[in-house]
């Protein structure tokens, strides 16, 4: 669609963080956009979405922002986290680089307050209207003809024929009118943890109770609690515990089973938050879910991006770097076609590989995170990855590396992650200390397995950093 001015109207269902940049990125290319969102305006209203207080916004989530100038504000309310604090159960630390170097860290960003922030600066447009209190019930893709309930006013609207974009998150409305027709297929794959809440207060004079910079994990097997810094010295915690069995949310119905849990598992949290069972008790138990569906588009009448279209666990940090790298995507082609069915067709054959690929990465991040981090052999395996990523620059790359610090397609990274996985698990054994790895066996490996593949997929590696 080439860049002039544009007087079609077009509709976005949801005002979160996706739906908010989205509906910049369309502004900016001329467009008007009314978005609806179902909730309050929660910079006039608090509410308890039931969503995790903090994000790790990383690599793509940044170029996503800095696309419309809004990068360098997002970072002055962001805290780097340069790798993991890992807490045994006798409150000992062991510290995990998250990079080659302190310069490749995640970002602990409050959601609150960017979803407020991309609100605001997307009504500033001059092209954004967002409307709260409102329900898409229905949606009839064959005229085009949105139902619209005002819940604030009580009263029930069509909306005619625009086009649609559906952003409200992994209980999408768009998604379930898609559901109805013929050949759209939807799986929710519910993960068998739930998650809640805690809070680490600020210490005396706002400082920090532990590391600042680092993203704490207690693993525990079946079980972790993590902790992310906050700008005030407060950390949010959260709990992720089974439903149910022996330890779980089910089983910790008291509070002295609760604050006997802390006390053997994670004392030196415990320590730390003064107001736990009221925290714990009061607080609602959320659930993760990993949302799979195809198509994401109805011909170029709609299509959903972001959580609507491929919602996945928090355990890679990676939705909503995700759903922002949605909107980039989309927005170069609408620089690219002229008819919004070409754009809403090669948008899904760009973007749904890689939305598989970093769902099930999520998962296996997971396990990751609340197992192996506190596992020798997995620490030594991360300490020989960073010799081998400083020794062969360029030509060794980790997994990790790959989602976080560069826009590589999430199914190369996936790909690129089983190679290089292979060669660590392989240069690891026999060893007790990274730094004894041999070097010439690991260049081997290296210029044997890892280079001809990323030769060999080298458009994708070209992807800017």
């Keep these: 669609m080439p860049e002039t001015e544009r007087k079609e109207a077009v509709t976005v269902v949801g005002a979160g963080l996706v739906g908010s940049l989205l509906a910049m990125y369309l502004a900016r290319r001329g467009y008007t956009v009314e978005v609806l969102e179902r909730r309050p305006d929660m910079r006039r209203e608090v509410i308890d979405a039931g969503r995790s207080i903090n994000l790790a916004i990383s690599t793509r989530g940044l170029h996503a922002l800095r696309q419309v100038g809004l990068e360098a504000e997002a970072l002055k309310h962001a805290i780097p986290m340069r790798g993991r604090m890992i807490h045994s159960a006798k409150g000992e630390l062991t510290y995990q680089p998250y990079g080659k170097d302190d310069s490749q860290h995640i970002n602990s960003l409050s959601r609150a307050w960017l979803n407020t922030f991309l609100m605001t600066e997307a009504e500033r447009t001059g092209r954004v209207h967002i409307r709260f209190k409102q329900r898409v019930t229905h949606a009839d893709f064959d005229t085009g003809a949105l139902t619209v309930h005002d819940e604030a006013t009580g009263e029930t609207r069509r909306e005619e024929g625009r086009v649609l974009f559906g952003t409200d998150g992994s209980g999408s409305a768009v998604r379930q009118e898609m559901d109805r027709l013929p050949g759209f297929a ?176 999520a998962v296996e991040n997971f396990i990751e995170m609340r197992d192996s981090t506190g596992n020798p052999r997995f620490l030594l395996e991360k300490a020989v990855e960073k010799v081998l990523l400083n020794a062969f620059p360029g030509e060794f790359v980790s997994r990790y590396t790959l989602v976080s610090f560069s826009r590589v397609p999430y199914r190369l990274a996936y790909e690129v992650g089983a190679i290089a996985g292979g060669i660590v698990s392989e240069l690891s054994e026999g060893l007790t200390r990274a730094e004894d790895v041999n070097l010439e066996r690991a260049g081997q490996l290296i210029r044997g397995r890892l280079v001809p593949f990323m030769k060999e997929h080298a458009d994708g590696f070209r992807t800017e950093g």
């Design 186 to 361: 939807a799986t929710q794959e519910q993960l068998g943890h739930g998650y809640k809440e805690l809070t680490i207060p600020p210490g005396p004079g706002g400082a920090f109770q532990m590391e600042k910079h680092a993203l704490h994990i207690w693993p525990r097997g079946t079980y972790m609690l993590i902790a992310l810094p906050n700008e005030d010295g407060s950390f949010t915690c959260t709990l992720f515990l089974p439903w149910k069995g022996p330890v779980s949310f089910e089983s910790l119905d008291t509070p002295a089973r609760l604050e006997s849990f802390f006390q053997d598992q994670f004392p030196d949290a415990k320590a730390l938050i003064p107001d736990l069972v009221d925290a714990y008790f009061s607080r609602p138990t959320g659930s993760m879910v990993t949302v799979k569906c195809a198509p994401w588009r109805v011909g170029g009448q709609a299509v959903a991006l972001g959580d609507a279209a491929h919602a996945i666990v928090p355990f890679f940090g990676q939705g909503m770097n995700c759903g922002f790298e949605d909107c980039v995507v989309l927005d170069g082609l609408l620089g690219r076609h002229g008819r919004w069915e070409d754009v809403f067709a090669d948008f899904e054959r760009l973007r749904k590989t890689n939305a598989d690929a970093i769902a099930d990465m």
